[in-house]
T-cell receptor
Framework: AQSVAQPEDQVNVAEGNPLTVKCTYSVSGNPYLFWYVQYPNRGLQFLLKYITGDNLVKGSYGFEAEFNKSQTSFHLKKPSALVSDSALYFCAVRGLTGGGNKLTFGTGTQLKVEL | DGGITQSPKYLFRKEGQNVTLSCEQNLNHDAMYWYRQDPGQGLRLIYYSQIVNDFQKGDIAEGYSVSREKKESFPLTVTSAQKNPTAFYLC?????????????FGPGTRLTVL
């Protein structure tokens, strides 16, 4: 079975500082990894994905994520946080075998960016 | 939320009633999904459909039913057998090449049982 862990329920960062939201995964075979963001009472918005190739993936709104196969991690990063980045962030994984057509989501990390 | 609509935005149900949540997409996507979101639990898959007239149970299908008669539509019925239906329900879709394509989400329906 595939799984995703987001070890931090909440991350607080000052505006202008770099931010990291952590994600680790467990899956059979090579993973497909995704990050989504959710604003209050809204659906999820796609940020970026890792399928294959370069381990550093760039996405929307200045976000990027680094795939680390040995550590089974896919941490989301941004060099300089904005107050408007405050939202709920979800990491998701799909395995090539056994997962079927299903994404498995983490429990989410609430990001709070303060002035 | 582009291209996927869900209605209603808020829904109130009395215990013992069935209710149907609407999901429509104009993205020409083959695959559609229903998720349930509860605080602190992330998203859990209820049902998914990869093609018209076919659908599969997800991780928490008990107490729910779906149909996929048209490519654009994937309604979810929450039956009286669902013991704790109060939650935020999200519909999503994805194109061909489902393995690597991201899912697009609708704005959600918040269901409250009175």
């Amino acid at each position: 079975a595939q799984s995703v862990a987001q070890p931090e329920d909440q991350v607080n960062v000052a505006e202008g500082n770099p931010l990291t939201v952590k994600c680790t995964y467990s899956v059979s075979g090579n993973p497909y990894l995704f990050w989504y963001v959710q604003y209050p009472n809204r659906g999820l918005q796609f940020l970026l994905k890792y399928i294959t190739g370069d381990n550093l993936v760039k996405g929307s709104y200045g976000f990027e994520a680094e795939f680390n196969k040995s550590q089974t991690s896919f941490h989301l990063k941004k060099p300089s946080a904005l107050v408007s980045d405050s939202a709920l962030y979800f990491c998701a994984v799909r395995g090539l075998t056994g997962g079927g057509n299903k994404l498995t989501f983490g429990t989410g990390t609430q990001l709070k960016v303060e002035l | 939320d582009g291209g996927i609509t869900q209605s209603p935005k808020y829904l109130f149900r009395k215990e013992g009633q069935n209710v149907t949540l609407s999901c429509e997409q104009n993205l020409n996507h083959d695959a559609m999904y229903w998720y349930r979101q509860d605080p602190g639990q992330g998203l859990r898959l209820i049902y998914y459909s990869q093609i018209v007239n076919d659908f599969q149970k997800g991780d928490i299908a008990e107490g729910y039913s779906v149909s996929r008669e048209k490519k654009e539509s994937f309604p979810l019925t929450v039956t009286s057998a669902q013991k704790n239906p109060t939650a935020f329900y999200l519909c999503a879709s994805s194109g061909s090449g489902w393995e690597y394509n991201e899912q697009f989400f609708g704005p959600g329906t918040r269901l409250t049982v009175l």
